[in-house]
T-cell receptor, first 114, second 114 residues
Framework: KAGVTQTPRYLIKTRGQQVTLSCSPI?????VSWYQQTPGQGLQFLFE???????NKGNFPGRFSGRQFSNSRSEMNVSTLELGDSALYLC?????????????FGPGTRLTVL | DAKTTQPNSMESNEEEPVHLPCNHS???????IHWYRQLPSQGPEYVIH???SNVNNRMASLAIAEDRKSSTLILHRATLRDAAVYYC???????????????FGKGTLLTVNP
């Protein structure tokens, strides 16, 4: 069974630009979650999509948005990039409810904002 | 908000048991306790999770205190491949909206000596 894949793996953008990251979950998984990981703040939950609907959302500004397609693939968009958005963005897929299901993480997309 | 506290680092010898503690004194009655580990340049990997009772799987055991204010991840025989950052996570039921409180600890860096 193929794992969670994320594209691109590395990305360099400049302040003010916008970026879209992509995540393909494990086949059969309907839940896709996104996380931001930085040395200072650690791992932080961004949001979760289930069956094309945002089910849970963390405490991030509206510049961070996402969507999920009918095949469960998900995209995350960050608009008006700031230097502080430089981070490793991780995607995770799960069969069902986040609270009691195992999440499978992808390798992440390393975003650098200059 | 529920928080988790973990030691910054721990050290173990190969083939010896390791007990990784996590304090979560403000845990809610419906929060699940998850453990994940992360190797350098990889996404986190699921280890184990539980709600109230102790849990065992092929990777580890999870001991949950009776008052649920702390838990301990037990690796029965540490190997060099177990060297990683271990995260204790509290995962609540779906919030159905904003401010989903998926709480990550800062993680414990486990070093395994040969």
């Amino acid at each position: 069974k193929a794992g969670v894949t994320q594209t691109p793996r590395y990305l360099i953008k400049t302040r003010g630009q916008q970026v879209t990251l992509s995540c393909s979950p494990i086949s059969g998984h309907r839940s896709v979650s996104w996380y931001q990981q930085t040395p200072g703040q650690g791992l932080q939950f961004l949001f979760e999509y289930f069956s094309e609907t945002q089910r849970n959302k963390g405490n991030f500004p509206g510049r961070f948005s996402g969507r999920q397609f009918s095949n469960s693939r998900s995209e995350m968009n960050v608009s008006t990039l700031e230097l502080g958005d430089s981070a490793l963005y991780l995607c995770a897929s799960s069969f069902g409810d986040l609270s009691y299901n195992e999440q499978f993480f992808g390798p992440g997309t390393r975003l650098t904002v200059l | 908000d529920a928080k988790t506290t973990q030691p910054n680092s721990m050290e173990s010898n190969e083939e010896e048991p390791v007990h990784l503690p996590c304090n979560h004194s403000t845990i809610s009655g419906t929060d699940y306790i998850h453990w994940y580990r992360q190797l350098p340049s990889q996404g986190p990997e699921y280890v184990i999770h539980g709600l109230t009772s102790n849990v065992n799987n092929r990777m580890a055991s999870l001991a949950i205190a009776e008052d649920r204010k702390s838990s301990t991840l037990i690796l029965h025989r540490a190997t060099l491949r177990d060297a990683a950052v271990y995260y204790c996570i509290l995962s609540p039921p779906n919030s159905g909206g904003s401010n989903y409180k998926l709480t990550f600890g800062k993680g414990t860096l486990l070093t395994v000596n040969p």
